[in-house]
T-cell receptor
Framework: KNQVEQSPQSLIILEGKNCTLQCNYTVSPFSNLRWYKQDTGRGPVSLTI?????NTKSNGRYTATLDADTKQSSLHITASQLSDSASYICVVTYGGATNKLIFGTGTLLAVQP | DGGITQSPKYLFRKEGQNVTLSCEQNLNHDAMYWYRQDPGQGLRLIYYSQIVNDFQKGDIAEGYSVSREKKESFPLTVTSAQKNPTAFYLC?????????????FGDGTRLSIL
């Protein structure tokens, strides 16, 4: 069964600290994995995309990693800010030409002052 | 600025009533999508359209209908047949160029039952 699982479900950290969010997937065939940030009451916004051949990619304070062998990805947030408080959603594209998407349930991050 | 506009932001539906959610984009994207977001669940695809005058059912199409008469517009109707319509509805669009183009999302419509 095609699945995307994210952990933890929720996370509280202090401003300025780092954190890492996890995404495990079981899909076939894999095309790419994207991390989205969704602020409360808003639509998701793409942070980064990882393809099969990429191990790590950064976007400012966000760094995503991908291990295609273990089918795991992580999103590392450095020096967190209050504005990082949001839900982070892992989305995997699979199915080759059919280009199907499967969404994780998200990790809700709260950054406290 | 280019983007996707969903309206209204909040919508209330009475029992037995159909309601229509609006989605407009000025990104010149061919593909448009409707998703439903419920607490504790990932986004689920309701309908999608790859081109004007054509659309396909997603994973949870029952109780919903769509039209795609214009490239810019992809309205979603929640019919009375949808017994559990309370949810956050997200519209998205995507360009057809590069394979790794992301879906761009609107800011959603929250639908509640009176």
């Amino acid at each position: 069964k095609n699945q995307v699982e994210q952990s933890p479900q929720s996370l509280i950290i202090l401003e300025g600290k780092n954190c890492t969010l996890q995404c495990n997937y079981t899909v076939s065939p894999f095309s790419n994995l994207r991390w989205y940030k969704q602020d409360t009451g808003r639509g998701p916004v793409s942070l980064t995309i990882m393809t099969f051949s990429e191990n790590t990619k950064s976007n400012g304070r966000y760094t995503a990693t991908l291990d295609a062998d273990t089918k795991q990805s992580s999103l590392h947030i450095t020096a967190s800010q209050l504005s990082d408080s949001a839900s982070y959603i892992c989305v995997v594209t699979y199915g080759g030409a059919t280009n199907k998407l499967i969404f994780g349930t998200g990790t809700l991050l709260a950054v406290q002052p | 600025d280019g983007g996707i506009t969903q309206s209204p932001k909040y919508l209330f539906r009475k029992e037995g009533q159909n309601v229509t959610l609006s989605c407009e984009q000025n990104l010149n994207h061919d593909a448009m999508y409707w998703y439903r977001q419920d607490p504790g669940q990932g986004l689920r695809l309701i309908y999608y359209s790859q081109i004007v005058n054509d659309f396909q059912k997603g994973d949870i199409a029952e109780g919903y209908s769509v039209s795609r008469e214009k490239k810019e517009s992809f309205p979603l109707t929640v019919t009375s047949a949808q017994k559990n319509p309370t949810a956050f509805y997200l519209c998205a669009s995507r360009g057809q160029g590069r394979k790794d183009q992301p879906q761009h999302f609107g800011d959603g419509t929250r639908l509640s039952i009176l």
